[in-house]
C-alpha cells in the first residue's frame, strides 16, 4: 500500500470513529486532535457558526498546555470574530476555501486578512505555518472553520503545510462538519429538555446546567489522571458525563408546581415529594440503550447522596455512591451557593471553598474534593463563560 493509499485508509477509518461521538466538545477535540495527528502540527483550534459571528470553541497546543494541570482554562475562552475578510477564519469562511500561509507574520499588506497575534502575545507563543480550512457539509452548510498551526519537522521546528496536507484535512472536515452539525442538533435537543425542566423549576437555568456539565468532566478527569486510567478511558467516559450532569434535575418535570415554585421553606411532606425528583429522573432513561443514558439515569438517581450516608434517596455511603454521583453533586452544590438565586443571594467564594474543605468526608468524597481545588483556576474560567 502507498503512503497516499495507506493515508486514505486512516481517513475513512477516523471519519467512521467520529461519527460515534455524541457530545460536541468531545467531539472538537477528536476532530482537532486527528487533524494534527494527519499534518504533525504543535497547535489547533475551532471556531463554530453561530448566526452571523464565529465562534471561538476549541484549543489544542502541545508545546504550551501538555502535562499543565489548568490548561484546560483556555477552552473556557470566550472570543467571537466577526465574518468578514480580515481574519484569517472569516476570509475562509467568506471564500469556503483553504488558506494555506507559510508564515503568519509575513502576510503581504496587500491581502485583506491579517493574522491575529494576541493570544501569541498572551502566551508568547510563536504561530507561523497556518492552514485553515472550512468546516463544510455535504450540503453546503457551513459550520465553522478548522485552524492547524505549526507543522512540525523532524528537528520540531515549525514548517509548511504542504499541499497533500491541505487536500487531506479539507476531506477530513467535510466528514467532521457534518458529524459537527450531528451533535450540535443533540446537544440542542438536550438544552431543550433541560429548558422543560426549567419552565417548572426556575432555578435550574441553561447557565446553571452548562457549569455543571463542564465542572463534572474537568473535575472527573484530574480524579482519573491520579487514578492512573488510561486517556482513552478517560476522553470516553467524559463525552458521556457532560450530558449526563446537565441532566441532573431533569426529574424536576415531574415535580407538582405548588411544591417547585413554593417561596419559603418546604414542609416535610413536601421535602418528601421533592425528593422524588431522582428516582422521577432515573425513570426517565430506563429501558436504556445507550451507555450515555445509563450514566445519566445514575446521575440523576445519585446527586443527593452523601459520603456519610445521610443523602437521598438510596441513604448509600462512601464508594457505594457511583463515581459520577460524588462528582455531580459538589459540582452542583458549588454552584448554588457561589450563583445568586431568585431565593438567596450568592455566597462569598472564600465561604463556599472553606465550607466545602469543611464538608469533605462528610457531605463529598475527600478524592473529589482534591481534584475540584488541584483545577480551580478551570472552574473559575468555566464561572466566566457561562454566565446567566
Ligand atoms: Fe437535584
Ligand atoms: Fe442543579
Not at 477509518?13 to 460515534?20: D, L, M
Not at 467571537?80 to 483553504?98: C, F, H, Q, W
Not at 478548522?146 to 497533500?164: G, M
Not at 456539565?213 to 489522571?225: D, P, T, V
Request: proline residues 2%.
Amino acid at each position: 500500500m502507498g503512503k497516499y493509499d495507506k493515508n486514505i485508509q486512516e481517513l475513512l477509518n477516523v471519519s467512521e470513529q467520529i461519527n460515534h461521538i455524541k457530545d460536541i466538545d468531545a467531539l472538537l477535540d477528536r476532530v482537532l486532535f486527528e487533524a494534527r495527528i494527519f499534518t504533525h502540527s504543535d497547535a489547533g483550534s475551532i471556531y463554530l457558526m453561530e448566526g452571523n459571528r464565529l465562534k471561538f470553541r476549541y484549543v489544542q497546543n502541545d508545546s504550551l498546555f501538555k502535562g499543565k494541570k489548568t490548561s484546560n482554562k483556555y477552552l473556557y475562552t470566550s472570543h467571537e470574530l466577526e465574518i468578514n475578510e480580515k481574519s484569517l477564519a472569516g476570509y475562509v469562511v467568506m471564500t469556503g476555501k483553504p488558506l494555506n500561509i507559510d508564515d503568519v507574520y509575513k502576510i503581504p499588506t496587500e491581502h485583506p486578512y491579517s493574522f491575529n497575534i494576541s493570544f501569541d502575545e498572551q502566551t508568547s507563543y510563536r504561530s507561523k505555518s497556518i492552514l485553515t480550512i472550512p468546516l463544510k457539509t455535504s450540503q453546503g452548510t457551513m459550520v465553522g472553520i478548522l485552524q492547524i498551526i505549526n507543522r512540525l519537522d523532524s528537528r520540531n521546528q515549525a514548517t509548511s503545510f504542504s499541499k497533500e496536507d491541505e487536500l487531506f484535512v479539507n476531506h477530513f472536515a467535510n466528514h467532521a462538519a457534518v458529524a459537527i452539525e450531528r451533535a450540535q442538533i443533540t446537544r440542542e435537543i438536550i438544552l431543550r429538555m433541560i429548558n422543560m425542566a426549567e419552565l417548572r423549576d426556575p432555578k435550574e437555568t441553561g447557565a446553571h446546567v452548562n457549569r455543571v456539565g463542564a465542572y463534572s468532566i474537568e473535575m472527573y478527569q484530574e480524579w482519573a489522571r491520579n487514578q492512573g486510567i488510561s486517556e482513552q478511558e478517560i476522553k470516553k467516559f467524559r463525552d458521556n458525563l457532560r450530558i449526563a450532569a446537565m441532566l441532573h434535575d431533569v426529574g424536576k418535570v415531574a415535580i407538582s408546581d405548588t411544591i417547585l415554585k413554593k417561596p419559603g421553606k418546604l414542609d416535610e411532606q413536601e421535602f418528601a415529594t421533592m425528593k422524588l425528583h431522582c428516582v422521577m429522573g432515573a425513570r426517565l432513561f430506563k429501558n436504556s440503550s445507550s451507555e450515555m443514558d445509563t450514566m445519566a439515569a445514575e446521575v440523576c438517581l445519585n446527586h443527593h447522596e452523601r459520603w456519610d450516608g445521610a443523602g437521598y434517596p438510596g441513604k448509600i455511603k462512601g464508594e457505594e455512591v457511583p463515581l459520577t454521583g460524588r462528582i455531580t453533586a459538589l459540582a452542583d452544590v458549588y454552584d448554588a451557593l457561589i450563583s445568586k438565586r431568585v431565593y438567596k443571594d450568592a455566597w462569598q467564594e472564600e465561604d463556599v471553598l472553606k465550607y466545602i474543605q469543611e464538608q469533605s468526608g462528610k457531605q463529598f468524597d475527600p478524592g473529589v474534593i482534591e481534584s475540584f481545588f488541584s483545577i480551580y483556576d478551570v472552574i473559575k474560567a468555566i464561572r466566566e463563560k457561562y454566565i446567566e
